[in-house]
T-cell receptor
């Protein structure tokens, strides 16, 4: 079956531009997570959805970052007025239920480069 | 909040030898500890996980041990092969989320 997919795989933006990153989770997965992975580091939590409800957005670094999952499946991470420090790989993961012992399945990521 | 440390940051072994990666965590409420393998240009892939009610789990050449008292857990890979070369991340659950370690770059030399 299909895994988690993300698009685009690569995105180059000029500083100040807005970007939108898409995540298609595994069908039927209730929970969806966004992570930011800087070069040479582990993924860092950004935000978490259970169905369409955004239950935790404590990891979003600034109010320029916004995520939504309006119908409880596809999610979009939007970054407004991009800055160079936003350059990173943005990973999406999904899990079947909402338990903290559930396996999270990751997509391939979107590599964002802000010039 | 939770803090996960991971050692070593890089590890080189000869093909056929064993590799061990160690992680420590700080939050005693953590109860789920997955290990992920990440190859270049790909997302992390789960290779093994352990829950806090067990001390050891094995899957073919891969094993994980957990010491909840000491708050540390380890990944053991035996009979390493060149295709094991990748970056490995440990993680600990905190609430619904994971906190990841900084990663270990494993190189298996033929």
């Amino acid at each position: 079956g299909a895994g988690v997919s993300q698009s685009p795989r690569y995105k180059v933006a000029k500083r100040g531009q807005d970007v939108a990153l898409r995540c298609d989770p595994i069908s039927g997965h209730v929970s969806l997570f966004w992570y930011q992975q800087a070069l040479g580091q582990g993924p860092e939590f950004l935000t978490y959805f259970q169905n369409e409800a955004q239950l935790d957005k404590s990891g979003l670094p600034s109010d320029r970052f916004f995520a939504e999952r309006p119908e409880g499946s596809v999610s979009t991470l939007k970054i407004q007025r991009t800055q160079q420090e936003d350059s990173a790989v943005y990973l999406c993961a999904s899990s079947l239920a909402g338990q903290n012992t559930d396996t999270q399945y990751f997509g391939p990521g979107t590599r964002l480069t802000v010039l | 909040g939770e803090n996960v440390e991971q050692h070593p940051s890089t590890l080189s072994v000869q093909e056929g030898d064993s590799a061990v990666i160690k992680c420590t965590y700080s939050d005693s409420a953590s109860n789920y500890f997955p290990w992920y393998k990440q190859e270049l240009g790909k997302g992390p892939q789960l290779i093994i996980d352990i829950r806090s009610n067990v001390g050891e789990k094995k899957d073919q050449r891969i094993a994980v041990t957990l010491n909840k008292t000491a708050k540390h857990f380890s990944l053991h890979i035996t009979e390493t092969q060149p295709e094991d070369s990748a970056v490995y991340f440990c993680a600990a659950s905190i609430g619904k989320n994971f906190v990841f370690g900084p990663g270990t770059r494993l190189s298996v030399l033929p």
